[in-house]
């Protein structure tokens, strides 16, 4: 069998983590030279397959390869960018069957959320209406944990770890100062539609009175009545109150309480600062003095904190993807799958991307408490072994030392196309 290259592309918001998926895909994908030719990474996502920006993995040394397990962010690019509807743009997925026909690439790995799954679905479908031979393979990637199928998603194990770490120290810090300063804390973390980050936040308070002492889930509509009780609550009775909001947050009325009232690439709506609305209504109604903190892009690129189980799971289906191609395993995307609680202990499965695609899991009912501010004891279940064991990459002079590959394009054979 003649070996055929492979192409691999990063898409969505990265990881901190996202890499060591690459670092197993391409290393898997290089002990098999009689099957696997090169690995051609798109720059920035589907965009590289669009515009023929194709880089050459094969002209990284192994040792890089391997350095980027430690290094965070998307070594290739990312993007935002949505293929549209085979009926509505045929002319996109007709060039990525001509690009891959140039580069004679037999192989499709897309490392992404909801819409990327939903990209490698439709790739796959219009592969087999044109008779070419192509194998995809979706490979999961989301700190928002919202994938259906998989028990988790690779890079959410280090961004719950990040922010339940940055809640337990803000907490140490507001108390510390309550008395004579400030008395409400928020933090605002990722979460469009589900609360996955806002409950890992949760995992910091062990005992009664401990940051944080209010979560509030995109799952829940805000009510600022009972909101503001609480607050009052927890101040009154602990001398300060910390809270995690997700941007996802809405009223009772469906309304985002961030919303911008802009759209992001894949047609989202732009959200921000729920934070600070949150403690402006505090101070308003309350008093209180306040501090806000937006983790944004810190808690998705927090490799110095990652979680050893996700880094392991991330590796892991990099490592599966090649194997469930070389199976001929089309359509499908390595999931986790939950085989313990205590001790832990998971395996890579296999799921049809067709029931992935565009399937957005939320936070179950009963992981939220009844009155909707907090984690039950079966979420913190789920949620602790995720964040468990530590996994420091190499520093250099007091820093992290991350890698950044050579990324050299591979010659271009044809004509130029609008994105």
Not at 83 to 110: C, N, T
Not at 138 to 146: E, L, S
């Amino acid at each position: 069998m003649t070996a055929r290259n492979a192409f691999y592309a990063q898409s969505g918001g990265v990881t901190a983590v996202i890499n060591a998926t690459a670092c197993g895909l391409i290393e898997t994908a290089r002990q098999h030279p009689d099957r696997i030719g090169k690995v051609l990474a798109g720059r920035d996502g589907i965009l590289g397959a669009l515009t023929e920006d194709l880089i050459d993995t094969s002209l990284e040394t192994d040792a890089d390869i391997a350095r980027l397990k430690h290094t965070p962010g998307g070594a290739f690019g990312s993007c935002r960018y949505k293929l549209k509807s085979l009926d509505e743009h045929r002319a996109q997925y007709e060039r990525l069957m001509q690009v891959f026909r140039a580069h004679d690439i037999g192989y499709f790995f897309y490392n992404g959320g909801n819409d990327s799954m939903d990209t490698a679905w439709k790739v796959s479908q219009l592969a087999q209406r044109m008779g070419f031979p192509l194998v995809c393979v979706g490979i999961p990637k989301t700190v928002d944990n919202d994938l259906a199928v998989t028990d988790n998603c690779p890079g959410f194990g280090s961004v719950a770890k990040y922010v339940a770490t940055s809640m337990r120290e803000a907490g140490y810090d507001v108390a510390s100062m309550a008395r004579t300063s400030t008395k409400i804390f928020v933090l605002e973390v990722m979460g469009r539609h589900a609360g996955w980050i806002t409950a890992a936040c949760g995992l910091a308070a062990e005992a009664e009175g401990e940051a944080p002492h209010i979560l509030l889930f995109p799952e829940i509509p805000f009510d600022p009545e009972a909101f503001l009780a609480r607050v009052q609550t927890c101040v009154e009775r602990y001398g300060y109150c910390t809270v995690a909001v997700s941007e996802g947050l809405h009223a009772a009325d469906g309304r985002l309480i961030a919303d911008m009232g802009s759209q992001d690439a894949f047609g989202h709506a732009q959200l921000g600062g729920v934070g600070q609305i949150i403690a402006q209504l505090i101070k308003d109604r309350l008093g209180h003095k306040y501090h806000w903190a937006l983790a944004d892009y810190l808690q998705r690129s927090a490799r110095h904190l990652a979680s050893r189980t996700d880094l392991e799971q991330a590796y892991a289906v990099g490592v599966k993807a090649v194997e469930l191609a070389l199976a001929g395993r089309n359509a499908v995307m390595p999931a986790i799958r939950r085989l313990a609680d205590d001790p832990y202990a998971w395996e890579v499965a296999v799921a049809d991307l067709g029931e992935v695609a565009n399937v957005e899991k939320k936070m179950p009912r009963e992981f939220i408490t009844p009155d909707g501010f907090h984690i039950t004891e079966a979420c913190r279940r789920y949620l602790q072994p995720l964040i468990v064991g530590e996994a420091f990459p190499p520093f250099r002079q007091g820093l992290p030392d991350y890698v950044r590959l050579r990324n050299q394009s591979v010659v271009r054979k044809l004509g130029e196309f609008a994105v």
